[in-house]
């Protein structure tokens, strides 16, 4: 099932998401529900606070946007190591409309989760995948990647987000 997105500035994208204790099958559907809405969005990864749900859990495929055919389900993700190399890539995000922006990361991580069966797992990462992990993992910790852009840029974009909610409550109001 196809879920809502929460958009910035919504308070759950600020929060730390809790660890999941047990996987059970609410949190396979969870799972499942995620990567439906990715798909759905044209996205590449998604985290669980981006759907409403303030837990430790990511869904990523980069084999799309024609083809989905890599899912790859992280419960309780972790980055364990940051290579000292440093990629700056143009980033988005299914949370946050219509801006994008250049964002330095790690060039490599290595990332140590639980896969949906309840085995461990570890994944050293480079490229995209370093930087999508990087990036859905930062929203586990209530960090969205408006949070590593410049000030400027940022005060910019608040502005934008506080003209377009005035909009939509004069638009409600009528």
Known sequence: ?????????????A???ARIEAITPDVKQLAQDMAETMYANDGIGLAAPQVGQSVRLVVVDLSGPE?????RVFVNPVITEKSSEIVETEEGCLSVATLRANVKRAAQVTVQAQDLDGNELTIEADELLAVCLQHEIDHLQGVLFIDHISRLKRSLYDKKVKKWMRQQDKAGAN
């Open 15 to 17: 929060q730390k998401a």
């Open 1 to 13: 099932m196809k879920l809502k997105l929460r958009v910035y500035p919504d308070p759950v994208l």
């Open 67 to 71: 083809v989905r055919d890599d899912l």
